[in-house]
C-alpha cells in the first residue's frame, strides 16, 4: 500500500486546510465523471479517497502515524461509500461541479429569521421588563402530521426521477445531476393533499413568546432570541427571533445616552434666599439643595439617578434645569411687599434698561 502522505502530495506534518486542498485538487482531476471509461483515473481516485479519508479524521491519522493503518479503513476503498464527515467535503467540493444538486434532498437548511418591532415606556428602558409576544411562525400541520397527506395518505413515489429526487443528463463529458421539477426534490408526490395545509405539511400558527428585556435598552436597540425564527428544513436549526426597541417619548424627562434631563421650576424668593425643591426621579423623588442667589439656567447633576449601563450595574445622571417661574398673579400684599423691595433695591426697570441700551450704543466701534 502506498503511503497516504505520498499519494496526497504532502508533507507529514501537513494541516487540515492542506490536505484539504490537496485532495480537491486531485478528485477534480481523477473523477470518474471527467475520466469515462478509463479504469487508471477510477483506482486513483479510490486511492485518492481512501487516503483523504483516514488523513482528514484525527483518530485514524493518530493511528496511521503511528501503526501505518488507518484501524481498518485503509487500502483501496469504495468511493461510493463514505463516512459522515467525508461525505460533507465531497459535497463541499463536487457541489458546483454537478450543477449544486447532489445531497440537494437531504440538504441541512437553517429557518429564516423573524423581526419583531416592540415599543416601550421610559422606565421600562432605564429598569427592563418581562414582556410576552405574539409571533406568528409556520408550524408542522397537526392534522396531517406533517406529511401533507390527508387520512394519513402516504405520498407516492416520483415517476419522473424515481424517487431519487434528482435527474441526470450526459453534457458533454460531464454526467449532470438536477433537481427533479416535479416533486421539487422530494422523491415523492402528494396526490391528496390535506385539507388544513394543503400540501404543504405546515400551517401558520401563533405562539406566545417571552422576552425579557435588559436595563439600559434605547431606541434602535436590537435584541435577539435564538432559535425563534422559523423552523429549519431537513433537520435543520431554527432561524432567530430579532426584536427591534423604540422608546417613547416622556412628558418629563429627556434622555441623553443614559443621563435624564429634566426641567424643574423655582420661585423667586427660593432662587434668591435660598431653600429645598422636591425633584421627581425615573423611581421616587429627591430633595435638591438651592442656594442663595440661584440663576435661572443653573444646572445641577444628580450622580446615579439616569438610566442603567447596558450590560453594566452603574447608572448615568439625571440633570436638572432650574428656572424662576414667575407668578402670573399678584395679592395687593404681595405688589406691595415687592415694590418696597424694589425701592430698598434702587430698581427702576425702565431706567435700568435704558441705561444699558445708552451703554450698548455708546461703545467704541
Not at 436595563?215 to 432567530?240: F, H, K, Q, S
Not at 450590560?311 to 434645569?321: A, E, P
Request: net charge neutral.
Amino acid at each position: 500500500m502506498r503511503d497516504y502522505y505520498e499519494i496526497l502530495g504532502v508533507e507529514r506534518n501537513a494541516t487540515p486546510e492542506e490536505l484539504k486542498k490537496a485532495y480537491r485538487g486531485l478528485a477534480m482531476k481523477f473523477h470518474p465523471d471527467r475520466n469515462k471509461g478509463d479504469k487508471e483515473s477510477e483506482e486513483k481516485f479510490k486511492e485518492i479517497n481512501s487516503a483523504y479519508s483516514c488523513l482528514s479524521d484525527p483518530q485514524k491519522k493518530a493511528n496511521y502515524d503511528r501503526f501505518g493503518t488507518d484501524g481498518g479503513m485503509g487500502g483501496g476503498g469504495d468511493y461510493g461509500q463514505f463516512s459522515s464527515s467525508f461525505s460533507d467535503i465531497f459535497d463541499d467540493i463536487f457541489g458546483d461541479f454537478f450543477g449544486g444538486a447532489r445531497g440537494q434532498r437531504t440538504r441541512v437548511v437553517k429557518g429564516e429569521d423573524l423581526r419583531y418591532d416592540m415599543t416601550i415606556t421610559l422606565e421600562e428602558a432605564a429598569f427592563g421588563a418581562s414582556k410576552e409576544i405574539n409571533i406568528p411562525r409556520w408550524q408542522p400541520c397537526e392534522t396531517c402530521s406533517g406529511t401533507g397527506s390527508a387520512g394519513g395518505k402516504k405520498p407516492q413515489v416520483c415517476q419522473t426521477c424515481k424517487g431519487a429526487g434528482q435527474v441526470r443528463f450526459q453534457q458533454g463529458f460531464f454526467s449532470v445531476s438536477k433537481t427533479c421539477s416535479r416533486c421539487g426534490g422530494a422523491g415523492a408526490v402528494i396526490t391528496d393533499p390535506c385539507k388544513d395545509c394543503h400540501g404543504r405539511c405546515m400551517t401558520k400558527e401563533t405562539r406566545n413568546v417571552a422576552v425579557k428585556i435588559p436595563p439600559g435598552v434605547d431606541t434602535n436597540t436590537r435584541l435577539r432570541m435564538t432559535g425563534e425564527g422559523e423552523l429549519g428544513t431537513n433537520g435543520g436549526p431554527a432561524g432567530d427571533l430579532y426584536i427591534f426597541i423604540a422608546v417613547e417619548s416622556h412628558n418629563f424627562f429627556q434622555r441623553d445616552g443614559d443621563d435624564l434631563i429634566c426641567e424643574v421650576p423655582i420661585s423667586f424668593t427660593i432662587a434668591a434666599l435660598g431653600g429645598e425643591v422636591e425633584v421627581p426621579k425615573i423611581e421616587g423623588n429627591d430633595t435638591l439643595k438651592i442656594p442663595s442667589g440661584t440663576q435661572s439656567g443653573k444646572i445641577f447633576r444628580l450622580k446615579g439617578e439616569g438610566i442603567q449601563h447596558i450590560g453594566k450595574s452603574s447608572r448615568g445622571d439625571q440633570i436638572v434645569k432650574v428656572y424662576i417661574d414667575v407668578p402670573t398673579k399678584l395679592t395687593s400684599r404681595q405688589k406691595e411687599l415687592l415694590e418696597e423691595f424694589a425701592s430698598i433695591n434702587g430698581d427702576d426697570v425702565t431706567k435700568g434698561f435704558k441705561k444699558k441700551l445708552k451703554g450698548i450704543f455708546s461703545s467704541d466701534r
